[in-house]
């Protein structure tokens, strides 16, 4: 039986407003499994950002449970958590001069000491993210002389020097071109299958997530479901994604067409 990563039950997600609550998504009872490149999907506004914030650790969940490697997400401090679950955000890295090699050092950060001296191990987990993630031409190029899917590739690498058992991507996608999205959604599946991580990742791009991943998590207005694509197909799941009738999805051909 593959180990489940993480776990969510009966999980309540929103904001707080004042005393009250606002639920954006309820009842979240999801299992992933190591080793698998999983997408999000859903309309704009329906969770995705929302939820991936709060199994993070980032929002308070509003109710419900969310375990990460057998152990209550509230039950770790932040150093322990960085050693079990990386983050890569689409938001712009601040003004510096850092290399692409020093960007991905930072991954080593909750193993270092307070001086942020590296080890042996250490360097050796950085070179082997730079190596799987193919970036070593650019490594020691400054971070803002390089491309946007260079610099997804190199924030990638950070996370897998960060060694965690989970790496979150929030829509690692935004801002590239086909060619470079179809790249990197083949290095997440490369990455899953050798070095058995999980990866879950949300995206709008639902065509190629449909083609690419392992598993696939959609949330609707009504039901959250999660399963294989070719199964989300055969259950006409994606029908229900988008209420207009300008949209549909072909089951034959499993792709989204304009009417």
Known sequence: MVPFILHTENLSIGYT????????????????????????????????????????????????????????????????????????????????????????????????????????????KIDEAISLTGISDFAHKKHYEISDGQLQK?????????????????????????????????????LTHETGKTILYSTHDLDLAIQLTDEMIVFTENAIYKDEPCNLIAQNVFNQIFDDKNISFDTEKGKFIIK
């Open 17 to 124: 407003k004042g005393k009250s609550s606002v639920v954006i998504q309820s009842d979240i009872s999801l299992d992933l499994k190591k080793g698998k490149l999983i997408a999000l999907i859903g309309k704009n506004g329906i969770g995705k950002s929302t939820f991936l914030k709060t199994i993070t650790g980032i929002l308070e969940p509003l109710s419900g449970t969310i375990v990460i490697n057998h152990k209550d997400l509230s039950d770790y401090d932040n150093s322990e958590l960085a050693q079990e679950m990386s983050l890569v955000l689409t938001e712009s890295l601040p003004p510096s001069n850092l290399t692409v090699y020093e960007i991905v050092a930072l991954g080593r950060q909750p193993y270092t000491n307070w001086l942020g001296t590296l080890t042996t191990e250490d360097r050796q």
């Open 154 to 190: 190199t924030m990638i690498a950070r996370a897998l020097a960060q060694d965690t058992s989970i790496i979150i991507l929030d829509e690692p996608t935004t801002h590239l071109d086909l060619v470079h999205k179809v790249t990197l959604l083949k290095l997440l599946s490369k």
